[in-house]
C-alpha cells in the first residue's frame, strides 16, 4: 500500500473543490468553499492549512493546487472503509454493498472482467 493517505470529510470536500480548479487563488477558493459548502473564509483557510501540513496541498503566493490525485484519494478512502469495516476482506465489502441489491448483467460482467484483470495484474 501507498503512503497512507488520511482525510476527513472536511479535507475531502475542499479537495474536491480544489481539483476542479485548480490552480486557484486562495481568495476564489474561499468563494467556491462558500457557493458549494456553505464555509466561512476561516474554516476554508483552517482545512487549507491543515491539507498543506499533511502535504496534499500546495499553497504558493495565494495559488492552491492539490498535490494529490482524486484517483490516489479515492484510492486510500477505499482501502480505509476496507480496513475499518470489512477486517480487509474484499468478499465481505462486496457481499455487504450487494445485500438486498441486484446487479444488472452488464454490472456483473465489467465486475468480472475487472475480478480478472486485476487477479493477473494489469500488464498481464
Not at 68 to 85: K, M, P
Not at 99 to 117: F, I, K, Y
Amino acid at each position: 500500500m501507498e503512503n497512507a493517505i488520511a482525510l476527513s470529510n472536511a479535507d475531502y470536500c475542499l479537495l474536491d473543490i480544489i481539483w476542479e480548479a485548480q490552480p486557484v487563488a486562495s481568495p476564489e477558493l474561499c468563494r467556491l468553499a462558500e457557493q458549494k459548502l456553505g464555509w466561512k473564509r476561516t474554516t476554508t483557510y483552517t482545512v487549507i492549512k491543515r491539507l498543506c501540513l499533511k502535504g496534499y496541498l500546495k499553497s504558493e503566493d495565494t495559488i492552491v493546487t492539490a498535490s494529490i490525485g482524486r484517483e490516489q484519494a479515492r484510492r486510500a478512502e477505499g482501502e480505509q472503509v476496507l480496513r475499518r469495516s470489512f477486517g480487509g476482506s474484499l468478499p465481505k465489502f462486496v457481499a455487504a454493498f450487494l445485500e438486498g441489491g441486484t446487479v444488472s448483467d452488464a454490472e456483473a460482467r465489467e465486475l468480472a472482467r475487472l475480478l480478472e484483470e486485476y487477479r493477473w495484474g494489469r500488464d498481464g
